[in-house]
Structure formats: structure tokens, C-alpha cells
């Protein structure tokens, strides 16, 4: 995997394909916020609802590992976990 996983993606970026496959604009960034700073870059949601009933995203950041133990809060709307 370590070998052939850099080649592939040499030769998949050589092509005109490629360059449209890793374009800027299919990704999305977000900012964990209680890690000033640091930005996480993924690639943009493919699904789209037509009249915005839903939206794709995260609403809750990541944890920092080691920082806190992994649990559930009480409640789910809240992003930093006290």
C-alpha cells in the first residue's frame, strides 16, 4: 500500500482528470473550534437538497485526543464537551 498508493495517485494527477478530481472546489474546510486555529479539510458533500431542507455538514467538532475522555454529552447541540 505505502508503494503503490503515491504512484497511483503521481499518475492519476498527470491526467486532466485528475486535476478536476482534486480541484479546490470539491472540498470543504471547518474550523474546530476549540482549537483556535486549526482547519480540517474533507471533500464537499456530492448529495444536494433542492430547497435546503437538509444541510450536509458537521455541526460538532472533533475532540482532541487525549484532552478529555470520549463520552456522550447530554446534550447534542453543544461542540465542546465539559
Known amino acids: 500500500m505505502s508503494y503503490m498508493l503515491p ?3 503521481g499518475s ?30 474533507y471533500p464537499a ?3 444536494q437538497y433542492p430547497h435546503g431542507e437538509v444541510e450536509p455538514g458537521f455541526q460538532v467538532s472533533t ?7 470520549p463520552r456522550w454529552p447530554k446534550d447534542l447541540s453543544v461542540d465542546v464537551v465539559t
Open 63 to 69: 475532540r482532541a485526543n487525549g484532552v478529555d475522555q
Open 12 to 41: 492519476v494527477m498527470k491526467e486532466d482528470k485528475g486535476k478536476a478530481l482534486f480541484s479546490p472546489k470539491n472540498f470543504t474546510q471547518y474550523e474546530i473550534k476549540h482549537l483556535p486555529g486549526v482547519k480540517v479539510k
Open 7 to 9: 504512484r497511483l495517485l
Open 45 to 47: 458533500p456530492v448529495l
